[in-house]
């Protein structure tokens, strides 16, 4: 089983509309949650870090499922910019790796 | 401030030549980590340095693969020989870590080194 699983979509949504989508993760003992954006044929960029109380940045918003063991991002007001692909990042608190999964791909039409 | 930098951007070689890959880290950063991406595959962690320290070469596939860190600011990966396996787009990131941080762990990827082996 992977570490993180996330839905590979794509998601296709009309510029202005929500969407949302989740990723789940297998090791109870992480302690790090981050969502990552990955552009086509460029790095992995840190888009936020998600903390245990939930959190937005702007547009975005990320929450933590610790029992269930789950987290999830959802944009509002969606932008053309916004199509990128979506990565769910889980870290451990005895090493300084971290568990990337596939990616989540969104593509806003105008 | 200057990101993470990588050398070269692309790489064409013929199986069996030697590859090798280089990073700068972000200055002050004190972790570095060296990723392979393949639409197959997706981001595979190959080796990570701690203070210029290997800690987990777990993910290094074959004694064809080395790397090395001799100082803080420098980081090379080395493929010898190369197989057409190998093509994939090779990442260095480098993070500020310590233990008892739970946002310790935000890792800055460079721009990559796009690999093809013919």
């Known amino acids: 089983r992977k570490e993180v699983e996330q839905d590979p979509g794509p998601f296709n949504v009309p510029e202005g509309a929500t969407v949302a989508f989740n990723c789940t993760y297998s090791n109870s003992a992480s302690q790090s949650f981050f969502w990552y954006r990955q552009d086509c044929r460029k790095e992995p960029k840190l888009l936020m870090s998600v903390y245990s109380s939930g959190n937005e940045d702007g547009r975005f918003t990320a929450q933590l499922n610790r029992a269930s063991q789950y987290i999830s991002l959802l944009i509002r007001d969606s932008k053309l910019s916004d199509s990128a692909t979506y990565l769910c990042v889980v870290g451990r608190s005895n090493d300084y790796k971290l568990s990337f999964g596939a990616g989540t791909t969104v593509t806003v039409r105008a | 401030d200057a990101g993470v930098i990588q050398s070269p951007r692309h790489e064409v070689t013929e199986m069996g030549q030697e590859v090798t890959l280089r990073c700068k880290p972000i200055?002050?950063?004190?972790?570095l980590f060296w990723y392979r991406q393949t639409m197959m595959r997706g981001l595979e962690l190959l080796i990570y340095?701690?203070?210029?320290?290997?800690?987990?070469d777990s993910g290094m596939p074959e004694d064809r693969f080395s790397a090395k860190m001799p100082n803080a600011s420098f980081s090379t990966l080395k493929i010898q020989p190369s197989e057409p396996r190998d093509s994939a787009v090779y990442f260095c990131?480098?993070?500020?870590?310590?233990?008892?941080?739970?946002?310790?762990?935000?890792?800055?990827f460079g721009p990559g080194t796009r690999l093809t082996v013919t």
């Open positions: 990131a480098s993070s500020l870590a310590w233990a008892g941080g739970p946002f310790s762990y935000e890792q800055y």
């Open positions: 200055s002050g950063h004190n972790s």
């Open positions: 340095f701690n203070n210029n320290v290997p800690i987990d």
